[in-house]
């Protein structure tokens, strides 16, 4: 079968999306599959131009396709009569951001007729795939909730587990993965601003602006962490990464709202280390339990010192939690065989 995935694209922007398509493709091959992937150029600023992307999407003509496996805004826009949509997202500033104000829609009735555009867009698109998954529950309630369809949740496999061996704790709490607002690396500098002098932090990952790497250095250098901190902000060779992972003493991933488990945490949980996350992430809370597999706390400065605080505390008790996080997800029984049939039903 030559099935083609479909996803978007952002000049010099690699992150969890890319990741999941790239995998994708080649467990499609290992099973036998022809697949290609097709990145489709996506711009959200100024939000006045995302019709014409969106038209653009869909006056897409395929041919020789067999299946289509599309992802997310406005890349499932396209056309095809036999469609399978693995939803990472919708384009969440016409939805639940609009309605929190978090949204780069205009304001008053330029913004109210660009969301109603992208919603009944959306509702044309969803109404004639053949199958939806959402990456997570998440997803799932958020698609239900403002769009009235429902979906099969299809969780991400890991994409490399090997990698992941976990190893004895260092002396440092790692954050990794794209740096930007959304993903609050700066919430974790002002945490560790109030935390214990012994707490340390390692932030790595490559910064989506130059802006995000900016403001993360000036925090260092405002709230006196140099002795504390260490940056790490570009691209990571894959094997880089997983020796922060794998020496970490916990793993910190805290974005807001977030659609899914999210790669650091699977990564993680893999490498048996124990997650901080907060009340507010979103999908990573099918993972971080508190207590359990880690801890969970207020996006406040203050509750998320005292989290952190924890892991050194007690070295026993965050390995224990690291255990639990790594039996948890091997029990979830997420592997990318099972993921590609489902997929090509």
Known sequence: MKVLIVNNM???????????????????????????ILRIPFQWEPAARIPSQMLMVRAFELWNVDH???LKFPAYLIRHPKKTLWLLHQYRQAYDLYDTGQSNLP??????????????????????SRHIFSNSEVTRQRL??????????????????????????????????????????????EALAQADKRVKLLIAGPPDRPD???SLREAVERFGLADRVRLDLRFLPREVYAGYVNRAAAVAYLPYDEDSLGYVAMEAATAAKALITTADSGGILGLVKQEYTGWVAHPSADDLARAMEAVFENAARAKMYGQSARALWENMKINWPDTVEALLR
């Open 68 to 70: 289509v496996i599309a």
């Open 144 to 189: 239900l909730k403002y769009n009235g369809f429902d979906a099969e949740v299809l969780l991400p496999p890991i994409n490399d587990p090997e990698l992941f061996p976990g190893g004895e704790p260092g002396d440092y709490i790692f954050a990794g993965g794209r740096v930007n607002g959304m993903k609050r690396q700066h919430l974790l500098l």
């Open 10 to 36: 952002a000049p010099f922007v690699w992150g969890g999306a890319e990741e999941l398509a790239a995998h994708l493709q080649k467990n499609l091959v290992i099973a036998g599959h022809q697949a290609e």
């Open 212 to 214: 995000d790497a900016a």
């Open 107 to 128: 304001p008053g009735a330029a913004g109210l007729e660009l969301q109603t555009l992208i919603r009944h867009a959306d509702q044309e698109s969803f109404a004639e």
